[in-house]
């Protein structure tokens, strides 16, 4: 694991936190997956006094997200982006509806046997954890379905191939969220774990921002900031102890590396 420590200079932190596979430990069913009490108590705890500091970043709808963190009511970019809650945010376009092409995602569906699809407002999520031999012919499926429909494309998750808008992705949500001035003069340290966070760790990196990795099927221990979810929560926890004053700077050494 790396060590790697922050060094204070913009007004304030921006923590953006994906959820699935970062905060919260993956599950079979992805509405099994659940946040503990603690860990909404350290969120609850890291928002209240600077609630320009927190911003989930996720993939989930915003009702599936909110109903993960209640009681809490937290800003919130959900469904790559097409969703939000976060004032000064302008929603990203996802063109076309996931609806529309529904006969064409139920058809490749029916093609691969134990697959989990999971509708979405915006997308649709094909899990193959429980069948990773399928994983090649889900991929090869979903390749064919985007070529014949270029309004789409496949976000690569942990063991998930998702059918979104190409309009919509996490990096260019947090490169929007990094343009409203009220969060552009923070500093962005990202957490997440699969490719979509990926790609908006490099946004974030781009303006001298931090990306933490959690480890997992798409970041290696080589490369891994955190050993698993448990360890973020571990830091989230670490996080509030150790933040100097109000907003102020965060001492954001990995612990649990
Ligand atoms: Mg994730």
């Known amino acids: 694991m790396r060590q790697r420590v922050d060094s204070p200079g913009r007004s304030g932190r921006l923590l953006l936190l994906d959820l699935d596979g970062t905060i919260v430990d993956i599950q079979a069913e992805p509405g099994e997956a659940a946040i503990d009490a603690s860990t909404l108590v350290a969120l609850a705890n890291l928002a209240a006094p600077d609630p320009l500091g927190l911003v989930i970043v996720t993939g989930r709808s915003l009702a599936d997200a909110d109903r993960m963190l209640g009681p809490l009511k937290l800003p919130i970019i959900a469904s790559h982006g097409a969703e939000a809650r976060v004032r000064g945010f302008s929603l990203l376009e996802a063109g076309p509806s996931i609806a529309a092409v529904r006969e064409g995602i139920e058809e490749i569906a029916a093609r691969c046997p ?89 946004i974030v990196e781009a303006v001298g921002g931090t990306a933490l ?33 109000i907003g102020g700077s965060v001492k954001a050494a990995i612990v649990g590396g």
């Not at 990795?213 to 080589?222: D, I, L, M, N, T």
């Not at 973020?232 to 509030?240: G, Y």
Request: contains cysteine; proline residues 8%; glycine residues 8%.
């Open 114 to 202: 134990g697959v989990l699809v999971e509708w979405k407002p915006y997308s649709a999520a094909f899990h193959f954890r429980a069948v990773p031999e399928v994983g090649p012919r889900v991929w090869e499926a979903l390749c064919a379905f985007t070529q014949a429909c270029p309004a789409f494309r496949i976000q690569g998750g942990r063991m998930v191939f998702e059918v979104v808008p190409t309009g919509i992705s996490k990096a260019l949500a947090v490169e929007h969220l990094l343009q409203v001035p009220r969060y552009s003069r923070r500093r962005p340290i990202y957490v997440g774990d699969d490719p979509a966070d990926e790609a908006a760790m490099a």
């Open 213 to 245: 990795r959690v480890a997992g099927e798409h970041f290696g221990p080589s490369v891994a900031d955190f050993d698993g979810p448990a360890a973020v929560r571990t830091w989230l926890a670490a996080l509030l102890a150790d933040t100097d004053e």
